[in-house]
Protein backbone atom coordinates (compact mmCIF):
# COMPACT_ATOMS: atom_id res chain seq x y z
CA UNK A 1 0.00 0.00 0.00
CA UNK A 2 1.76 2.86 -0.87
CA UNK A 3 2.76 5.47 1.72
CA UNK A 4 0.41 8.54 2.06
CA UNK A 5 1.81 12.26 3.23
CA UNK A 6 1.82 12.88 7.12
CA UNK A 7 -0.23 16.04 7.74
CA UNK A 8 0.06 18.80 10.15
CA UNK A 9 -0.89 18.09 13.78
CA UNK A 10 -2.80 21.59 14.65
CA UNK A 11 -1.26 22.96 17.94
CA UNK A 12 -3.59 25.46 19.25
CA UNK A 13 -3.23 28.42 20.02
CA UNK A 14 0.92 28.20 19.78
CA UNK A 15 3.43 29.58 17.58
CA UNK A 16 4.21 26.65 15.70
CA UNK A 17 -0.16 26.86 14.84
CA UNK A 18 0.55 30.33 13.18
CA UNK A 19 3.99 28.75 11.12
CA UNK A 20 2.50 25.52 10.30
CA UNK A 21 3.09 24.56 6.61
CA UNK A 22 -0.52 24.27 5.36
CA UNK A 23 -0.49 20.92 3.16
CA UNK A 24 -2.07 22.40 0.29
CA UNK A 25 -2.37 20.97 -3.01
CA UNK A 26 -0.65 23.34 -4.95
CA UNK A 27 -0.87 21.48 -8.20
CA UNK A 28 -4.63 20.95 -8.06
CA UNK A 29 -6.84 22.49 -10.73
CA UNK A 30 -7.75 25.60 -7.95
CA UNK A 31 -4.07 26.80 -7.38
CA UNK A 32 -2.23 25.85 -10.60
CA UNK A 33 -4.74 24.35 -13.38
CA UNK A 34 -7.55 27.11 -13.71
CA UNK A 35 -5.50 30.23 -13.45
CA UNK A 36 -3.49 29.14 -16.01
CA UNK A 37 -6.17 28.13 -18.01
CA UNK A 38 -7.94 31.63 -17.82
CA UNK A 39 -4.88 33.30 -18.59
CA UNK A 40 -3.64 31.41 -21.38
CA UNK A 41 -7.35 31.59 -22.85
CA UNK A 42 -7.49 35.39 -22.25
CA UNK A 43 -4.46 36.05 -23.84
CA UNK A 44 -5.66 33.86 -26.97
CA UNK A 45 -8.53 35.83 -27.18
CA UNK A 46 -6.51 39.27 -26.96
CA UNK A 47 -3.91 38.55 -29.33
CA UNK A 48 -5.69 36.29 -32.79
CA UNK A 49 -8.84 38.14 -32.29
CA UNK A 50 -7.62 41.59 -32.97
CA UNK A 51 -9.03 42.90 -28.83
CA UNK A 52 -5.16 43.64 -28.95
CA UNK A 53 -5.03 45.89 -31.95
CA UNK A 54 -8.33 47.49 -30.47
CA UNK A 55 -7.30 48.56 -27.29
CA UNK A 56 -4.14 50.43 -28.05
CA UNK A 57 -6.01 52.17 -30.65
CA UNK A 58 -8.10 53.28 -27.72
CA UNK A 59 -5.39 54.33 -25.95
CA UNK A 60 -3.58 55.99 -28.86
CA UNK A 61 -6.62 57.91 -30.20
CA UNK A 62 -7.58 59.55 -26.67
CA UNK A 63 -4.09 60.95 -26.77
CA UNK A 64 -5.01 62.42 -29.77
CA UNK A 65 -2.96 60.17 -32.69
CA UNK A 66 0.51 60.14 -30.96
CA UNK A 67 1.93 58.76 -27.91
CA UNK A 68 1.69 61.75 -25.47
CA UNK A 69 2.17 60.00 -22.24
CA UNK A 70 5.77 57.84 -23.76
CA UNK A 71 8.10 60.75 -22.22
CA UNK A 72 5.32 62.18 -19.23
CA UNK A 73 6.96 63.58 -16.62
CA UNK A 74 4.47 61.01 -14.17
CA UNK A 75 4.29 58.18 -16.46
CA UNK A 76 8.01 57.64 -17.50
CA UNK A 77 9.85 59.59 -14.41
CA UNK A 78 7.77 58.94 -11.57
CA UNK A 79 5.84 55.28 -12.57
CA UNK A 80 8.11 54.00 -14.55
CA UNK A 81 11.70 54.86 -13.48
CA UNK A 82 10.22 55.68 -10.12
CA UNK A 83 8.00 51.99 -9.73
CA UNK A 84 11.28 49.96 -11.29
CA UNK A 85 13.89 51.69 -8.29
CA UNK A 86 11.16 50.87 -5.27
CA UNK A 87 10.47 47.37 -6.34
CA UNK A 88 14.61 47.19 -6.59
CA UNK A 89 14.66 48.67 -3.14
CA UNK A 90 12.07 45.94 -1.83
CA UNK A 91 13.85 43.12 -3.10
CA UNK A 92 16.97 44.47 -1.61
CA UNK A 93 15.30 44.96 1.70
CA UNK A 94 13.44 41.41 1.48
CA UNK A 95 17.22 39.46 0.90
CA UNK A 96 18.79 41.49 3.65
CA UNK A 97 16.01 40.03 6.18
CA UNK A 98 16.27 37.18 4.48
CA UNK A 99 20.61 36.96 5.00
CA UNK A 100 20.16 38.51 8.44
CA UNK A 101 17.27 35.75 9.86
CA UNK A 102 20.27 32.88 8.68
CA UNK A 103 23.17 34.99 10.25
CA UNK A 104 21.45 35.43 13.53
CA UNK A 105 20.53 31.39 13.31
CA UNK A 106 24.10 30.73 12.47
CA UNK A 107 25.68 33.26 14.96
CA UNK A 108 23.11 34.64 17.65
CA UNK A 109 20.78 32.05 18.70
CA UNK A 110 19.74 28.82 18.28
CA UNK A 111 16.42 28.42 16.20
CA UNK A 112 13.24 26.55 17.09
CA UNK A 113 11.35 24.75 14.46
CA UNK A 114 9.15 27.67 13.88
CA UNK A 115 11.84 30.14 13.30
CA UNK A 116 13.72 27.83 10.99
CA UNK A 117 10.86 27.11 8.95
CA UNK A 118 9.50 31.33 8.38
CA UNK A 119 13.24 31.61 7.54
CA UNK A 120 12.69 29.28 4.84
CA UNK A 121 9.82 30.95 4.02
CA UNK A 122 11.49 34.08 3.38
CA UNK A 123 13.72 32.25 1.20
CA UNK A 124 11.00 30.91 -0.90
CA UNK A 125 9.64 34.27 -1.48
CA UNK A 126 12.42 35.63 -2.37
CA UNK A 127 13.53 33.06 -4.57
CA UNK A 128 10.03 33.62 -6.46
CA UNK A 129 10.33 37.04 -7.03
CA UNK A 130 13.60 37.60 -8.45
CA UNK A 131 12.61 34.35 -10.67
CA UNK A 132 10.00 35.66 -11.83
CA UNK A 133 11.46 38.58 -13.22
CA UNK A 134 14.36 36.83 -14.52
CA UNK A 135 12.14 34.61 -16.82
CA UNK A 136 10.43 37.90 -18.06
CA UNK A 137 13.45 39.27 -18.85
CA UNK A 138 14.57 35.87 -20.58
CA UNK A 139 11.74 35.80 -22.87
CA UNK A 140 12.00 39.36 -23.54
CA UNK A 141 15.56 38.66 -25.12
CA UNK A 142 14.22 35.32 -26.67
CA UNK A 143 10.94 36.86 -27.91
CA UNK A 144 11.39 39.88 -30.44
CA UNK A 145 8.26 41.32 -30.73
CA UNK A 146 7.50 44.86 -31.84
CA UNK A 147 5.73 47.83 -28.88
CA UNK A 148 2.56 49.29 -29.90
CA UNK A 149 4.98 52.31 -30.56
CA UNK A 150 7.24 51.21 -32.97
CA UNK A 151 4.49 50.14 -35.77
CA UNK A 152 3.56 51.74 -38.63
CA UNK A 153 -0.39 51.58 -37.52
CA UNK A 154 0.65 53.77 -34.60
CA UNK A 155 2.95 56.25 -35.68
CA UNK A 156 6.14 53.62 -35.81
CA UNK A 157 8.33 52.93 -38.64
CA UNK A 158 7.46 48.87 -38.35
CA UNK A 159 5.05 46.54 -39.81
CA UNK A 160 2.45 44.64 -37.93
CA UNK A 161 4.20 40.94 -37.15
CA UNK A 162 2.24 38.58 -34.85
CA UNK A 163 3.94 36.19 -32.16
CA UNK A 164 2.80 33.54 -34.65
CA UNK A 165 4.34 34.84 -38.05
CA UNK A 166 7.97 34.35 -39.34
CA UNK A 167 9.88 37.53 -38.48
CA UNK A 168 12.04 38.88 -41.24
CA UNK A 169 15.91 38.85 -40.54
CA UNK A 170 16.76 42.24 -40.96
CA UNK A 171 13.92 43.52 -38.94
CA UNK A 172 15.52 44.93 -35.76
CA UNK A 173 15.41 42.37 -32.34
CA UNK A 174 12.81 44.45 -30.55
CA UNK A 175 12.57 43.34 -26.63
CA UNK A 176 8.92 43.97 -26.14
CA UNK A 177 6.94 40.86 -24.94
CA UNK A 178 6.03 40.20 -22.62
CA UNK A 179 5.21 42.89 -20.35
CA UNK A 180 9.07 43.28 -18.38
CA UNK A 181 8.16 46.42 -16.26
CA UNK A 182 4.83 44.54 -15.08
CA UNK A 183 6.82 41.82 -14.12
CA UNK A 184 8.27 44.58 -11.05
CA UNK A 185 4.13 44.45 -10.20
CA UNK A 186 3.27 41.26 -10.68
CA UNK A 187 6.26 39.50 -9.23
CA UNK A 188 4.40 39.71 -5.89
CA UNK A 189 2.01 37.67 -6.56
CA UNK A 190 4.41 35.35 -4.81
CA UNK A 191 2.99 36.66 -1.48
CA UNK A 192 -0.37 34.74 -2.06
CA UNK A 193 2.43 31.43 -1.53
CA UNK A 194 3.81 32.81 1.24
CA UNK A 195 0.92 34.33 3.71
CA UNK A 196 -0.93 30.83 2.36
CA UNK A 197 1.84 29.18 4.31
CA UNK A 198 3.08 31.46 7.05
CA UNK A 199 -0.12 33.60 7.88
CA UNK A 200 -3.17 31.97 5.52
CA UNK A 201 -5.59 34.73 6.54
CA UNK A 202 -3.64 37.03 4.56
CA UNK A 203 -3.25 35.45 1.45
CA UNK A 204 -5.75 37.26 -0.06
CA UNK A 205 -4.42 40.32 0.65
CA UNK A 206 -0.78 39.31 -0.87
CA UNK A 207 -3.06 38.32 -3.75
CA UNK A 208 -4.59 41.62 -4.14
CA UNK A 209 -1.23 43.25 -3.18
CA UNK A 210 0.34 41.57 -6.68
CA UNK A 211 -2.77 41.85 -9.11
CA UNK A 212 -3.02 45.70 -7.94
CA UNK A 213 0.94 46.34 -8.51
CA UNK A 214 0.40 44.66 -11.77
CA UNK A 215 -2.32 46.28 -13.25
CA UNK A 216 -1.50 49.79 -12.18
CA UNK A 217 2.38 49.40 -13.78
CA UNK A 218 1.03 47.93 -16.83
CA UNK A 219 -1.39 50.15 -17.57
CA UNK A 220 1.03 53.20 -17.47
CA UNK A 221 2.98 51.22 -20.40
CA UNK A 222 0.28 50.35 -22.55
CA UNK A 223 -0.63 53.80 -21.86
CA UNK A 224 2.82 55.44 -22.92
CA UNK A 225 2.30 53.07 -25.94
CA UNK A 226 5.02 50.35 -24.54
CA UNK A 227 2.80 47.26 -24.44
CA UNK A 228 0.10 45.44 -25.32
CA UNK A 229 -2.55 43.85 -23.22
CA UNK A 230 -1.71 41.12 -23.62
CA UNK A 231 1.67 41.51 -23.02
CA UNK A 232 0.94 42.11 -19.62
CA UNK A 233 -1.35 38.89 -19.22
CA UNK A 234 1.35 36.29 -20.00
CA UNK A 235 3.36 38.28 -17.37
CA UNK A 236 0.99 37.58 -15.15
CA UNK A 237 0.86 33.73 -16.21
CA UNK A 238 4.43 33.46 -15.38
CA UNK A 239 4.77 35.47 -12.51
CA UNK A 240 2.07 33.39 -10.78
CA UNK A 241 3.24 30.01 -12.15
CA UNK A 242 6.98 30.34 -11.25
CA UNK A 243 6.16 31.14 -6.74
CA UNK A 244 3.23 28.09 -7.27
CA UNK A 245 6.01 25.69 -8.87
CA UNK A 246 8.40 26.77 -5.84
CA UNK A 247 6.14 26.29 -3.03
CA UNK A 248 4.26 23.33 -4.42
CA UNK A 249 8.41 21.94 -4.55
CA UNK A 250 9.25 23.24 -1.24
CA UNK A 251 5.87 21.12 0.04
CA UNK A 252 6.42 18.01 -1.17
CA UNK A 253 9.89 17.67 -0.45
CA UNK A 254 9.95 19.11 2.96
CA UNK A 255 9.03 16.83 5.63
CA UNK A 256 6.65 18.33 8.63
CA UNK A 257 8.35 20.27 11.56
CA UNK A 258 7.48 17.74 14.79
CA UNK A 259 5.61 19.75 16.86
CA UNK A 260 7.95 18.71 20.17
CA UNK A 261 10.48 20.53 19.28
CA UNK A 262 8.40 24.10 19.73
CA UNK A 263 9.50 25.41 23.19
CA UNK A 264 7.10 26.61 26.09
CA UNK A 265 9.02 30.56 25.06
CA UNK A 266 8.00 30.10 21.57
CA UNK A 267 4.56 29.11 22.02
CA UNK A 268 3.87 31.40 24.59
CA UNK A 269 5.26 34.57 22.34
CA UNK A 270 2.47 34.50 19.84
CA UNK A 271 -0.79 35.59 20.04
CA UNK A 272 -3.76 33.09 19.84
CA UNK A 273 -4.68 31.92 16.15
CA UNK A 274 -7.21 29.31 15.79
CA UNK A 275 -6.64 26.84 13.29
CA UNK A 276 -7.63 27.11 9.89
CA UNK A 277 -8.51 25.09 6.89
CA UNK A 278 -8.15 27.01 3.59
CA UNK A 279 -8.16 24.15 1.39
CA UNK A 280 -10.58 26.03 -0.70
CA UNK A 281 -8.00 29.33 -1.00
Request: proline share 6%; hydrophobic share 50%.
Given at each position: ?????????????????????????????????????A??????????????????E?????????????????????????????????????????????????????????????T???????S????????V?????????????????????????????????????????????????????A???????????LR??????????G????????????????????T??????V??????R?Q??????????????????????????????
Amino acid sequence: MPHSPARPVSVQGSAYDAMQPQRVLLCGWRFLVFPVVALLSTFLLLDLTGLDLWIAELWYQAEGNHWALKDNFWASTVLHNGARSVNQLLILCLLLWFIGQKIKARWWATPDEASRFATRMLGLLLSSVLLSIAVVSLLKRLVPMDCPWDLQLFGGVQPLISLWQHRPAEMPNTQCFPAGHASSGYAWLALYFYFLYTRPWLRKVGMAVGILAGITLGLVQQARGAHFFSHDIVTALICYVVPAFIFARFQFKTAVPAVQDITLATATAAPVVPHKDISHG
